[in-house]
T-cell receptor
């Protein structure tokens, strides 16, 4: 069975400080993992994805995530937060099997607040 | 590029009424999805489709129906609306090529059932 746990429902940081959003997953297959961002009253947008290539994945807006199989984690980081990063972030796992697109399972989301 | 377009953006229904949420995409994507988003619960899959004429249930299909007569359109039908269906509904699509899995989302339809 596939599942995703986002360890923090809310994270607050000051502008210019590092961001860490934590995600653990479970998957019966070699997973594909994603981070999506949702700004207020908008749809979700893909931030970055891991699909069995390099374990350190770089995304848009300076975000990156590291796939750690031994820890079943896929934490999202950014060295320096901007006010525009304030949004809700979702960690997502896909139960892909070979080349077949699998169903996506969403975490409950982490609300990131950035203080000036 | 229009991408994924959802209508209406907002709707208030009375208990027992029915309505259809429209979703259209112009990217020639085979895969389309309907999710509902409730506060603090992430997104739950209602129905999905892997191509015209093919649909299947997701995690929370009860109270909903879908159809996929064309590649572009994937409407979601709510029959006999209930307060538990108050939510934000998102339509999404993807080409399904390889293992990319990137979904393209509409901006959502906020439904309130009173």
């Amino acid at each position: 069975a596939q599942s995703v746990t986002q360890l923090d429902s809310h994270v607050s940081v000051s502008e210019g400080t590092p961001v860490l959003l934590r995600c653990n997953y479970s998957s019966s297959y070699s997973p594909s993992l994603f981070w999506y961002v949702q700004h207020p009253n908008k749809g979700l947008q893909l931030l970055l994805k891991y699909t069995s290539a390099a374990t350190l994945v770089k995304g848009i807006n300076g975000f990156e995530a590291e796939f750690k199989k031994s820890e079943t984690s896929f934490h999202l980081t950014k060295p320096s937060a901007h006010m525009s990063d304030a949004a809700e972030y979702f960690c997502v796992v896909s139960d892909r099997r070979g080349s077949t697109l699998g169903r996506l399972y969403f975490g409950r989301g982490t609300q990131l607040t950035v203080w000036p | 590029n229009a991408g994924v377009t959802q209508t209406p953006k907002f709707r208030i229904l009375k208990i027992g009424q029915s309505m259809t949420l429209q979703c259209a995409q112009d990217m020639n994507h085979n895969y389309m999805y309907w999710y509902r988003q409730d506060p603090g619960m992430g997104l739950k899959l209602i129905y999905y489709s892997v191509g015209a004429g093919i649909t299947d249930k997701g995690e929370v299909p009860n109270g909903y129906n879908v159809s996929r007569s064309t590649t572009e359109d994937f409407p979601l039908r709510l029959e006999l609306a209930a307060p538990s269906q108050t939510s934000v509904y998102f339509c999404a699509s993807t080409s399904g090529q390889g293992r990319t899995g990137e979904l393209f989302f509409g901006e959502g339809s906020r439904l309130t059932v009173l």
